[in-house]
């Protein structure tokens, strides 16, 4: 270009004209732009006020749990000796590990209960034509109601005097169980401190150091009423979940199954149910935050219950920090919650984001 316009008369002057074109452009192009997005200025005061109450009052709570005797009027940050004494002497607490037993066998049950009632509540109310709005609002309204309320309801229909024991001796299960067993169907449910099942000695060989394993680890009696309240109040959440996923099959899809004959359980085994499968990931994440951060529930119903059979460790972080005042111990158990829910949300959440991006 530049000999191009070197050829005419007046070139010199066009050169330099462009040169200095150039240059202007280039150091138009180049200027660093600082312009305050409106969006960023007004999220900036949520922004702060998150990064201040959450993360760093985690990183407090995290170094309150390294301590040796800190105390609200007594601050004392001094290390003990080993630095993460209080983690071992959480871990070695017979009743911190009955909670984690607890919260395993909880979580289970709670999940395969509330995500496979859903899915079977799900197509039930999805093949309904008139009743679907009735049985949906039906279905779905125990979710509505308070966990106390909840709690406070199944603590009388598992009353072992007066609650379900009066069903299986008035329908003949009870006496029916006593010829076959030799004593009556009478559970004392969440009165009761019986743990089925021990797996101590398997746990002694598979896990490093499982020697130090105080609790049995079993099924407590006492925790499956919880188990049933906690299903039947969220199972009606699974249920919208999936509808909402069966809703979003394209209708174009079910015609052609329909024209290949494939109806009814072929329908929902090759094609409704695989489409679901994400929801499922979704719901079990959700409701698996959910049964590891129970309280409420538990409190109403039962408490810690004999010999820790419904202790959870959220109740065992309130009653550690807030009634024995021993708040590193109840720092670290709270951090441990903490780890628990990270490692089955952020998983999910990367996954999403993953997801979202391709």
Same mark, same amino acid.
């Given at each position: 270009m530049w000999v191009r316009i070197c050829a005419g008369p007046h070139s010199y002057? &066009? @050169?330099v004209h462009l040169i200095f074109q150039e240059k202007s452009m280039a150091t138009k192009s180049h200027k660093p732009k600082f312009r305050l997005n409106p969006a960023?200025?007004? *999220?900036?005061?949520?922004f702060i006020l998150v990064f201040i109450f959450v993360y760093v009052f985690i990183a407090y709570t995290i170094r309150i749990s390294l301590s040796k005797s800190w105390m609200p009027a007594l601050q004392n940050f001094a290390l003990p000796t080993p630095w993460y004494g209080t983690y071992h002497d959480l871990f070695t607490n017979y009743r911190f590990q009955a909670d984690i037993r607890n919260t395993i066998i909880f979580t289970l049950f709670f999940l395969i209960i509330s995500v496979v009632a859903g899915l079977f509540l799900?197509?039930?109310v999805s093949n309904m034509s008139r009743s679907r709005v009735f049985f949906r609002n039906l279905f779905?309204? +125990?979710?509505? =109601?308070? @966990?106390? #309320?909840? /709690? =406070?309801? $199944?603590r009388w229909i598992f009353n +072992?005097?007066?609650? =379900?024991? *009066?069903? @299986?001796?008035? %329908?003949?299960?009870? /006496?029916?169980?006593?010829? #076959?067993? /030799?004593?009556? &169907?009478?559970?004392? $449910?969440?009165t009761s401190g019986? #743990?089925?099942g021990n797996m101590n000695g398997l746990l002694e060989h598979v896990i490093p150091g499982g020697n130090v394993i105080q609790a049995q680890m079993g099924i407590p009696i006492a925790l499956l009423p919880v188990i049933f309240a906690a299903s039947w109040q969220l199972c009606g959440f699974a249920m919208a979940m999936f509808l909402a996923g069966l809703s979003a099959i394209p209708h174009e899809l079910r015609e052609a199954a329909a024209i290949d004959r494939a109806t009814g359980f072929r329908y929902y085994r090759s094609i409704a149910i695989p489409a679901l499968v994400p929801m499922a990931v979704t719901c079990t #994440?959700?409701?698996?935050?959910?049964? *590891?951060?129970? @309280?409420?529930l538990i409190y109403a119903m039962s /408490?810690?219950?004999?010999?820790?059979? %419904?202790?959870?460790?959220?109740i065992y972080v309130y009653e550690t920090m807030y009634k024995a005042l021993r708040y590193p111990l109840g720092a670290s158990a709270s951090i441990f919650m903490l780890v628990l829910v990270c490692a089955v949300v952020l998983p999910y959440l990367l996954r999403f984001n993953k997801g979202t991006e391709e």
């Open positions: 002057p &066009l @050169f960023a200025i007004g *999220l900036m005061p949520s799900a197509i039930a779905i309204m +125990p979710y509505a =109601v308070s @966990f106390i #309320v909840t /709690g =406070v309801i $199944w +072992p005097i007066s609650g =379900v024991n *009066l069903l @299986f001796k008035y %329908t003949g299960i009870s /006496g029916l169980y006593e010829k #076959v067993f /030799g004593s009556p &169907l009478e559970p004392d $449910w969440m019986t #743990v089925w #994440v959700i409701l698996t935050s959910t049964s *590891l951060k129970i @309280f409420d /408490g810690s219950g004999i010999g820790f059979a %419904t202790d959870m460790p959220g």
